[in-house]
Each structure stands twice: as structure tokens, then as C-alpha cells.
């Protein structure tokens, strides 16, 4: 029994890992879990095997658990019940033999005070009932999304600036695709076992750091603007994201001003065998495909 199991196959996290699983193991040894097998046809086409699971269908869980060892929870999204969801599938991973469950909480720092609603006490939940469970499990612990960027500073910085609340905290963001690939190489190999890893990218950014930035990228000055908490909703708001979504990015806002995720461990790095992708290299990237797409660069 040495099949590996994704959860979330369909969603980007979960396809993004079982894609970097192909590059090391072979497709008969992966198994992609999904409510909807019909929308992870491309992943079967790849030789991948589809179970049809829902988190909140433990019985339904444990059919699509049998025959594997290791299994990659992918977090649940927030604003559901996730810690149904998540205790249904550590409960179901040990009733069908599973061995090792590898997830991916946001990174907190010790003794942190910074709460992401439907977040941080969730994961904390997780945490605990793995290491009460008796499986062996893997932590690999994300930061913010380096896609997430330009979205936190407005969308159209370039044009109009930075806006974000006052504070000088830094941030160590990473690509969904790099944790993907350090998310396939834990899955892949031996000596992860029972350890917790931070999966910060680097150099860590504050949000003036990524006006800095993008003034550079641009040859023109794009400046930083702090702005009250309210204002910085509003413009959210404005730019139109409900509300509740908006005040949802405020508080991971407010956690990369606290300096949350500013930490250097070194660990995605390690993974990697590479340092991996700068603020400067993504938004670098983005600005020539967005110039290329508007037809500015040939």
C-alpha cells in the first residue's frame, strides 16, 4: 500500500500538487480526491485515479481512503464548517489504515495575537487533532500568496499607487506552485515525518517595499499611500468585492503589517533546492504579460 492521495483535486492547490506529484512518482501510485470527478477529467486523462469524496461525508470518505498511505489534506474554505470537515477526514484517513496526513495551516508565529477569521483557530484545531490521532502527519505551513499581492494594494497600482493601512511589517510570500512542489516532494520521500516546516519565500516585503518595487519595474514612480482601515475597505468595496470579502483581505493586511509571515526559516528553500520566486521576479513577470497583452511589447 503505497498510494498518495490529494484532497481538493479540482481546486488549485490540490491540482497544482498531484501535477508536481507526476514529475516524481508514477501516475498509478496517485489518486485524486474530488466531489465532482467529471471536473478533474484532465488529471485522469494523465493516468491519475479520480475518487469521488466529500468532507463531510465521513462513511464516503473511508471508501475513497482504502488502499492509500498518505494522504494531502487541502484546507477547506473558510466560511464553512471546517472543523467537521477536517476532523471528518483525519477520522476517516485512520479508520481505512491510512499512515501519514500531510496539511497545509497558515504559518503563525509563537504567541501570536493575529486572528484570521475562519483561519487560525481552525488550522490550530487540525494541528492538535493530528498529534492526538496517532498518525503520523507533516505541517507545511503556508504564508500569503505571492499572487495575492497586487490584489491587497489595490489592483491597479501602477496606475492609481499603494494603498494599504499604515504599517512597516514585511510579509515572506510564496507561489501556489512552488508550495505545490514542496508540498509533492514531502509526499514523495522519506524524512518528513512528523515535522513542521514554514514555507516563507523571500526576501520578505512591506507593502511600501512593493511600491518600491513596482516604481522600479515601471520606470515610474508609483507611491505608497496609508490609508485608515475603513478607507482601505471602502476601496475594496469600491473595486467590488462584497464587503465581507473585503474586510476578509483586511485581515491579512493587518497580519503582513504586524509582521506575521516575516520570518526567513529557510524551509521552502531547502525543499525546493532553489530559492525561490522574489516579489521582484513575479511582479516583474506580471508587468510584461500585462504589457504583452495590451500589445505594448511585440
Known sequence: MNKILVTGATGNI??????????R??????VGLARDPSK????????IEIRQGDYLDRDGLVRAFAGISKV???SATAFTDRNAQHDNVITAAKSAGVEHIVFMPIIRKAGSAISLPQITEEDAFVEERLMASGLTYTLVGHPPFLENVESYVGGNAYESGVFAPPGDGKAGYALREELAEAHAIVLSQKGH????????GG??????DVAQIMSEISGSQVEFHAVSEQDYVARLVTAGLPEPAANFVLAWVKGVNAGEWDSQTGDLESLLGRKPTTPTEYLRARHAAHQASDGTIQ
Open 72 to 74: 494531502m489534506l487541502v
Open 25 to 30: 512518482v508514477p501516475a498509478s501510485e496517485l
Open 193 to 200: 515525518e512528523n515535522k513542521s516546516y514554514a514555507l516563507q
Open 203 to 208: 526576501p520578505a516585503v512591506s507593502f511600501a
Open 40 to 47: 478533474a477529467k484532465d488529471l485522469a486523462d494523465k493516468g
Open 14 to 23: 490540490g491540482r497544482m500538487t498531484l501535477l508536481q506529484l507526476l514529475n
